[in-house]
């Protein structure tokens, strides 16, 4: 998670004269427009997303020693929250 923030940070903000925009699969404006939108707002967003996770992380990690509980929801170590971010990032 702390690579995907890390390269977040030092990427280049996308413009189509930085970075340009790959082939369209379609000639539809609509889509191109989506397509300009999603690059435009990837890297805050893909940085937003994987702080989230890395709070979520945090938030579920295991308990004290020997109680095998996760400190943030309590359920068995590793909870649910942990295995299905981890199964994500993975
Ligand atoms: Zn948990």
Redesign the pocket.
């Known amino acids: 998670m702390q690579q995907i923030l890390e390269r977040s940070d030092r990427a280049v903000p996308w413009d189509p004269d930085t970075v340009g925009l790959p082939e369209a699969p379609s000639d539809s404006a609509l889509a191109r427009i989506n397509d300009v939108a999603f690059y435009a707002n990837a890297r805050n967003e893909v940085s937003t997303l994987a702080s989230v996770c890395a709070d979520l992380l945090h938030l579920?990690s295991p308990g004290e020693e020997n109680e095998h509980r996760?400190r943030?929801?309590r359920?068995p170590w590793p909870?649910s929250?942990?295995g299905e971010i981890a199964r994500l990032i993975s």
Do not use: A, E, S
Request: aromatic share 12%.
């Open positions: 579920h996760c943030g929801c359920l909870c929250t942990f």
